[in-house]
Structure formats: C-alpha cells, structure tokens
C-alpha cells in the first residue's frame, strides 16, 4: 500500500508575516500595550471620579443617544388643587392601539364643573408601544409624556404597571412649561388661577388624595 | 520547640489566609479587569444588606466572590454514572492540594526577629531567646525542586480528573491537558536553571537575599536583568502550566465544553476554579521571588537600604518586617494583574500550535539560555 504524503493546502489568503511579526513576542507585547494603555485610561478616568465605561446603568440613566424627541413615560396633568385634569372620558384609552389604559370613572359631587374624574387610571408598560396617540386623543390635556423612562425592570409584568397616584406625582426633570404642580397658596407661581380655583377645592396639598411625600415616589435617577 | 511550633502556625495561618485571600479577591481583579479594560463597567449589583436598615453595601462588587462560593456550595452535587467513582472525586483535591503545598517553601518576608519585635513584653521576648525564623514555612535547601515536584502533581488531577468522568470531552481535555503541561514544565525547568547556575543554591530564600545588591553600579540585583530572556519564558511556560488562555486548550470553551472538568459540578467544579486562582498567584509569588527580588524593595535587605554609591539607611526591624510583607503581597497582586492583562488580550492557540510553541520554539530558546548562562557564569566566576 502507498500513501500520499500529506501536502498542507496553501491558502490564497495566506498572511504574509514579516519577520518582526513572526517574532510573535513583539506584536504579543504591541497587543498588551494596547490594552493596558485603554486600561489605564479608564482607571484614570475613575479614579479622577468621571466615568471610564460607556456603559450606561439602567434604569438609572437615560441614554446620551437618546434622541431629543423622544418621550418614554406618561404623566397626568394636576388642577391647582392637586386633583388630575382627567375627566374619564375614556377618548385615550379608546385611541390606544396597544390597548394598554384602563380607567374607572367616579362621581364628584363637590366639583360640580368636573364631576367625572377617575378613580383608577393604569397603563401598562409592557404593552405600551409610546406612540403618543393617547395625548393627540385628550380633549382635556390631562395626559402628556415627558423625557424619562419608567423605572419599571422586572421579571414579572404585573410589576410593570404605573398607576394613578405614580402618575400624577411625577418629577419633572425636563418638560416644565407648565408648573405642575403648583406649589402651596403662599408660593404659588399663578396666583391668579389659584384665585379661579373652585371653592370647593381643596388647596393644601397635603390633604389631596394623590399627594405623597416628596421622596417617596421620586423616580429620578438613583444616586 | 514550643516556640518554633507557635510560629510556624503562624506562619501557615498567614500563608493560607493569604492564599485563600487572593483566590477570592482574584475572581473579583479579573472581572473588574476585563471589564474596564473593554469600556464596561463589570459585575456591581451583588450587595450585602446590612440588618434592619435600608443601606445596601455594594462596595464595587466585591460581594460578588461570596456569592459565586454560595452558589457553589448550594448546588446539586451532581455525579455522573462513571465507572470509577473514587478517582472522580479525588480528583479536584488533587488538583488543589499542590497548589497550596507550592507556597511552603516560597519566603514571603524576611527573617523574623520575635524577641526584638516584643521588647515591649519582657518575659515574652525572653521565651523565644534570641531565636530567629526565616518567613517562609518550610526552609528546604532543595526549595525550588519542591515547586517542580508539587507543580508536577497536579498534571496527575486534571487526567484523573478527564479519565474518571467517562465523557469524550473530558477524555480529550485530559490528554490535551497532560500533552501540553509536560511539554511546558520541562520549558520551565530549563529556564529556572539558568538562576540556579548564577545563584548557586536552590534555596529559594538565599536567592532572595542574593537579589538585594547592586548591578553594575546602577541596577537592583534582580534576577530579572541577570536572566531577561529567562524571566519572559518562565511566564509563558508558567501560563501555559496553569492552563489559561492563550494556552487554555484543555478546558477551550468553544471545542470542548469544560473540557476535563466537563462532568463536574457545584464545589467540586468550584475547586477546580480555585485552584487556578490560587495558581495565579502562586505563579506570580514564584515570578517575584526568582526574578522580581522577592519580599525586598530594590536594594533592600533585612539590615535596611544599601543604595549605590554606599548610601546606608538602616531601618527597624518592626518596619523591615512589615514592609517586606506588604512589598510581597503588592508584587504578588501586580504579577496578578499582569498575568490577568495576558488572559484578557491574547487568543487561544490552535492545538498543534501550542505543541510547536513548546517544542520548536521554547526549549530551544531555553536551552541556548542556558548554555550561554553557563558559559558566561563558568568565565566570568573568578
């Protein structure tokens, strides 16, 4: 029996090396050199307390690339007694195309100009595809979207609902055109419109049914 | 009698202490490493919550370690049905044990002075009279043969280790593994020669002390501008005997699984990982100790500073003592670091390509080290 000598099949793409690169311990050492110079830039960087990393925490950050429209997160509009600008009229949750509000409208006696307010107002974050459809649809202007993301990572999507009282105290990091809320009578910022508040109203925010301590429901940002 | 027993428990307290010290934090430098060598950031989100508060201690995840160990510890113990159970599990501690007996004769401190350093209590100082301990726990005069020696076993666990698992990967992994680690201890048995040729002595604790002095007016003595050459294949061959990447062909991921530990799981598996942190730093205690000037400061030694130019500055011996510790362990850490840097840049070899390495490249360059050494010491010793 004869056996071929194995011959190595020459590739057309074989590297040409010159002698320094067959060396080997050479370019190991350029190689090494590359690293451990972006591994002590990046030191550098945190040990001088700025941020040697590009990447981003979530939820805690927002993303630099973000884009300047884009808007992540719903909010309701307050009227200056702290109650939502929402009159139930069901017009958002009827728009939306992922089906995601769900309002519950009550009865209000005591604000006979808005006597339809709701009692429960939920979106559902794993569901919502942001279109923004719900704030076209609002006759009232009582939905709007700010610049931030929800804070709402979980394993488990119940846990990625915002309910009302979430979304009538939020923090306004970005979108303050209108100051919502108003602050108390004394250092309000519209007096006038404090002026033109119902009577029935109830002015101190700490008896307003949506009000929450202020650090409570902060959704900025961790420190 | 008592004396020596007192402190040499001590001594393999503080020795095993220190090991086990660094494999852990190890898992934690080569995250953290790799991660902001690449522009991450790394594991951060492990945390200890301190009891009854609200305060989160993240402390730049170094939680991390104790969470990898109790996940280890809480895992199914999971055996595979293999024909021989009892080398399957004695294979991890075969594995481990050699790693830690390696650092018994490797000096991590000068010599220990116990009734100068007590002055402060009489009758203790009076009970040690006058005796004097090298730190290092066993003083053999055939050091560095024992590191060969020990270093050697542990070939013997990864192919038990591959062998008893009756599983292909693990069976190829161990060959790969025994293949490849043969081929680079005898690379780095040559390589040390050359050290043991200009110190003259294999006692790991005299080379350091030989390394204390001046070369050429100018240089600490070290082993590594006596040998350059030498230092740079002992850390190839000593990465290569560890069995991490570029040379990490016998557990490569991507071909073989886990290659000889394929089979193995919760702390069994854990082990295996140990002993290769361990072995990091045991490399990088090695390295130090041959080539780095060991526990000493350039041109220091038990006594104090001796600078060119004859510039005595001696020091305490309580500050001599501690300041060898530290200057070991920070060296050790850096070698660390180094070998970590390795790992996180390099690409694995091909499996014939570590083999050539070994043999066409390595042990020829090793010898012609060494023969030069030997001419060079043989005309130059008076």
């Avoid at chain 1, 309002?103 to 923004?132: T, V």
């Avoid at chain 2, 004769?105 to 203790?124: C, K, R, Y």
């Avoid at chain 2, 055939?142 to 698992?165: D, K, P, Y």
């Avoid at chain 2, 000037?293 to 500055?313: C, E, S």
Wanted: hydrophobic share 50%.
């Amino acid at each position: 029996m004869t056996r071929k000598p194995h011959v190595r099949k020459v590739y057309w793409n074989a590297p040409t090396m010159t002698w320094w690169e067959r060396a080997y311990l050479f370019e190991i050492l350029r190689g090494l050199l590359i690293t451990g110079g972006v591994f002590l830039r990046n030191m550098g960087k945190w040990m001088t307390g700025r941020k040697g990393a590009l990447t981003t925490y979530y939820p805690e950050e927002t993303r630099a690339d973000y884009a300047a429209g884009n808007r992540g997160k719903h909010i309701l509009t307050q009227r200056p007694d702290g109650r939502p600008q929402c009159i139930a009229c069901n017009m958002c949750a009827t728009v939306c195309p992922a089906k995601v509000i769900e309002i519950d409208a009550a009865f209000d006696a005591g604000d006979l100009a808005h006597p339809k307010y709701p009692s429960r107002f939920e979106i559902d974050y794993s569901r919502c595809i942001f279109c923004g459809l719900c704030i076209e649809a609002c006759p009232e202007d009582a939905i709007r979207m700010v610049k931030e993301t929800p804070a709402l990572p979980s394993g488990n999507r119940d846990h990625m609902w915002l309910n009302l009282t979430e979304l009538i105290n939020w923090h306004p990091q970005s979108d303050v055109a209108k100051p919502y809320p108003p602050r108390d009578a004394v250092g309000s910022t519209h007096p006038q419109r404090d002026a033109m508040a119902m009577p029935g109203g109830r002015r101190d925010e700490a008896a307003s049914p949506y009000a929450v301590p202020a650090a409570a429901g902060k959704t900025g940002p961790a420190p | 009698m008592i004396q020596d027993l007192v402190v040499h428990f001590v001594y393999i307290g503080y020795a095993l202490g220190v090991l086990l010290t660094f494999g852990t934090v190890l898992t934690w430098v080569e995250r953290k490493q790799a991660a902001v060598m690449s522009d991450r950031i790394g594991a951060n989100r492990a945390y200890v919550r301190i009891p009854f508060t609200q305060i989160k201690l993240v402390w730049w995840g170094l939680f991390h370690g104790i969470a990898d160990g109790l996940k280890m510890l809480l895992k199914e113990d999971w055996r595979p049905r293999t024909y021989d159970r009892y080398a399957y599990a004695v294979a991890p501690w075969v594995v481990f044990t050699p790693v830690l007996l390696v650092f018994a004769v490797i000096p991590f401190g000068g010599t220990l002075d116990p009734g100068n350093l007590l002055q402060a209590m009489p009758a203790a100082a009076a009970w040690f009279d006058g005796h004097t301990y090298p730190m290092q726990i066993a003083r053999l005069d055939a050091g560095l043969l024992i590191v060969f020696a020990f270093g050697g076993i542990s070939i013997i666990g990864a192919m038990l280790a591959g062998w008893s698992s009756s599983n292909k990967f693990s069976m190829l992994g161990a060959s790969r593994a025994g293949s490849q680690m043969i081929s680079y201890e005898l690379v780095m048995g040559l390589t040390v020669l050359g050290l043991i040729l200009i110190y003259g002595t294999l006692d790991l604790n005299v080379m350091v002390q030989r390394q204390s002095g001046i070369l050429l007016g100018f240089l600490p003595a070290w082993g590594v501008f006596y040998q350059p050459f030498a230092a740079i294949l002992f850390m190839t061959a000593a990465i290569a005997e560890n069995k991490r990447i570029p040379f990490d062909l016998p557990e490569a991921e991507s071909e073989l699984i886990a290659g000889y530990y394929t089979e193995y799981s919760a702390m069994k598996m854990g082990l295996f990982m140990f002993a290769e942190f361990i072995e990091i730093a045991i490399v990088s205690a090695l390295f130090t100790t041959l080539f780095l000037g060991g526990y000493n400061l350039p041109f220091m030694a038990d006594a104090g500073f001796t600078f060119p130019g004859n510039h005595v500055v001696p020091m305490a011996h309580g500050l001599v003592v501690v300041t060898q510790l530290l200057v070991f362990l920070g060296k050790v850490l850096l070698m660390s670091s180094f070998q970590i840097l390795i790992r996180w840049s390099l690409p694995r070899f091909r499996y014939d390509q570590v083999l050539v390495f070994a043999w066409k490249f390595m042990l020829p360059l090793a010898v012609a080290n060494l023969s030069v050494t030997a001419v060079a010491v043989w005309a130059l010793t008076p």
